[in-house]
């Protein structure tokens, strides 16, 4: 047992993995708690199993164990998530909550690294600027940010060189570069790595696109393209969303905590156990965690600093388990994203099996505030985004054209036809936080320590409807450039609520009154109490939420150390170390 206890940190995902090692490695004793397992090299030499890990999910929570349900509104009674509750698991991992165990999400994410634009931290006031306030629909409580692009471009930095993210610049200092993105906010200097490996139907959507008058850039993506600070290249498997790396090439904080824990003896790491309730002394600071442990032993620790890391939707359930929630903000302003799915079959071959899903270009033409005018009310525009490799055989066949059959000689053939000549492009629309969509607890619903199972209160709106009707014209239009011979579209109101981008729950701001944490991430009602990730998010731009997190974490180690303040509302880095 720990003697000295300075931080815990409940959950070791992206943001809280970063910040354990980094609180590690700067001299704190700090104790990690992860609900999953403390993974080892050894358990990721032989991924290349569909069925473990898409079809029955050998990574996330279940149903069963961590039961979380859903209803479109307060009339309804809420179930056990319906489309994550079949026989075999959870099956389509961007319909659940992310990993557990160490690494989190990171160790099965996709590996979008996108920065937000300098408009995605004042969304508000741009789209009133822009189409005036009785434009937002009614009840949202769309607000802007409480820090800026210049806040975090020193933490966007950091994340990309001292985890290493592949890519091409686009802006750097004010000079736009030849076939990066003109269109971004901008940045110090280029990614640390080029870009990964153009797949097969890149060169097609990239001159495509050029043709409409698109400006196409490589995805940037937390994959090594080089062997980068004891990280291997990446082998192009074809084994990446729902899966980890056999090689170590993608990032994943699970690499970040074993190695802090091994290198500074700073570090215990408690696995399989389920932290239940944040404990409070009676001036209201925070005192500590009690978790259950692996024999379901009630253990109760004490730390000054305790971190919830742990994925919005459950850093949200342990506030609201714990009894902090004074101001009522604790599980608002949920948002999450709608992808807008189109997959079409091109003349030539692809194969969409082998390489990074990422392997791929997007336009960013339309974009946030770079949405163009149009009649259907459409107040923020979306990167239009490629998926060229990492499809599976059985996740293609759980999102085939509906006049394919799913089995017999019509399946067989259809298959032996179109699999190799797949292409997928989407969006990914972001529901405008409002009144009526936000998380609780569910009053019969429990899990089987007996602790209250997280409610989701959320269903797609018009607005939602027509923001993916309106972008399905670009996309159809890309693919009619592109030749794509066979096309079709997901639903605009899609079966899904859980989207692994889904964030808002405990937001910040500077208005104890209004928001839940700081931007730092310290619980207002609670000295010395963290809740990170994106839950923090008052807005969920269009883009990937991992690197912004990420640079979030970083911003809440530094003022951890001593190295941020608040200075009046705004943000003050100090003693920032140049990053080699």
């Known amino acids: 047992m720990t003697k000295k206890i300075d931080a815990i940190v409940v959950g070791l995902g992206a943001s809280g993995g970063l910040i354990a090692a980094e609180l590690a490695r700067a001299g704190l004793k700090v104790v990690g708690l992860e609900k999953g397992a403390f ?8 991924k290349f199993d569909e069925i473990r890990y898409y079809t029955r999910s050998a990574m996330v929570p279940h149903m069963k164990t961590d039961p979380i349900t859903w209803r479109p509104d307060e009339k309804t009674k ?3 998530l319906p489309w994550a509750s079949n026989k075999l698991g959870l099956g389509n991992p961007f319909q659940i909550p992310p990993s557990i165990g160490t690494g989190g999400g990171t160790r099965s994410w996709g590996a979008a690294a996108f920065r937000f634009r ?13 189409f005036s306030e009785s434009a937002l629909p009614e009840g949202t409580t769309v607000v802007d940010w409480p820090i800026g692009y210049q806040d975090l471009e020193p933490y966007y930095d950091r994340v990309e060189w001292e985890l290493g993210i592949s890519g091409k610049a686009g802006n750097i200092n004010g000079e736009i570069q030849p076939d990066g993105n003109p269109y971004e906010p901008p940045r110090q200097r280029d990614y640390p790595m080029p870009p990964l490996p153009r797949a097969g139907a890149d060169k097609l959507f990239v001159e495509s696109s050029k043709r409409l008058g698109y400006s196409p850039f490589p995805t940037p993506t937390a994959i090594a393209t080089k062997d980068y600070k004891g990280r291997n290249a990446c082998t192009n498997c074809g084994f990446c969303h729902g899966y980890h790396c056999h090689v170590g090439a993608k990032v994943s904080t699970h690499d970040l905590v074993k190695t802090a824990a091994l290198e500074t ?10 932290v239940f309730r944040v404990n409070t002394d009676s001036a209201g600071r925070v005192r500590g965690v009690s978790y259950f442990d692996q024999e379901g032993q009630v253990v109760e620790i004490e730390a000054k600093i305790v971190i919830l890391a742990t994925y919005a939707l459950e850093n949200a359930r342990l506030l609201l388990a714990s009894g902090i929630n004074g101001n009522g903000q604790v599980g608002k302003h949920l948002s999450i994203h709608n992808y807008g799915w189109f997959t079409g079959v091109l003349p030539e071959i692809t194969n969409p099996f082998m390489g990074s899903l990422q392997s791929g270009s997007v336009i960013d033409d339309l974009t946030s505030e770079l949405i163009p005018d149009n009649d259907e009310g459409v107040l923020w525009g979306s990167p239009i985004t490629t ?14 054209p509906p006049h394919v059959p799913r089995w017999g000689k019509g399946f067989k053939d259809w298959m032996t036809e179109n699999y190799r000549k797949l292409f997928k492009i989407y969006s990914q629309h972001s529901s405008l936080p409002s009144e009526q969509f936000y998380v609780d607890l569910d009053p019969t619903v429990k899990d089987r320590f007996g602790q209250p199972a997280l409610r989701i209160t959320h269903d797609w709106t018009d607005y939602d409807r027509k923001t993916v009707e309106y972008f399905m014209k670009f996309k159809r239009q890309l693919a009619k450039e592109m030749g794509i011979t066979e096309y079709w579209e997901d639903i605009p109101a899609p079966t899904y609520h859980v989207s692994v981008h889904d964030t808002g729950t405990h937001r910040m701001g500077w208005n104890p009154a209004t928001s839940v944490v700081n931007p730092f991430g310290e619980v207002h ?5 963290y809740a990170v990730g994106g839950g923090q998010f008052p807005t969920l731009p269009s883009y990937n939420p991992t690197e912004t997190i990420m640079a979030l974490a970083y911003l809440t180690v530094d003022h951890l150390l001593g190295k941020a303040q608040q200075e009046g509302e705004k943000v003050k880095v100090r003693d920032q170390h140049p990053i080699a």
């Open 78 to 80: 809420a179930k056990v």
């Open 525 to 529: 009602e609670c000295k010395g109490l």
């Open 39 to 46: 993974y080892q090299d050894a358990d990721f030499l032989t």
């Open 387 to 400: 998926w060229t490799g990492d499809m599976q055989p059985m996740e293609v066949v759980h999102s085939l």
């Open 265 to 274: 003896n700073n570090l215990e790491i408690r696995p399989h156990v389920r």
């Open 118 to 130: 300098e408009k995605d931290f004042s969304m508000r006031s741009s789209i009133i600027e822009r």
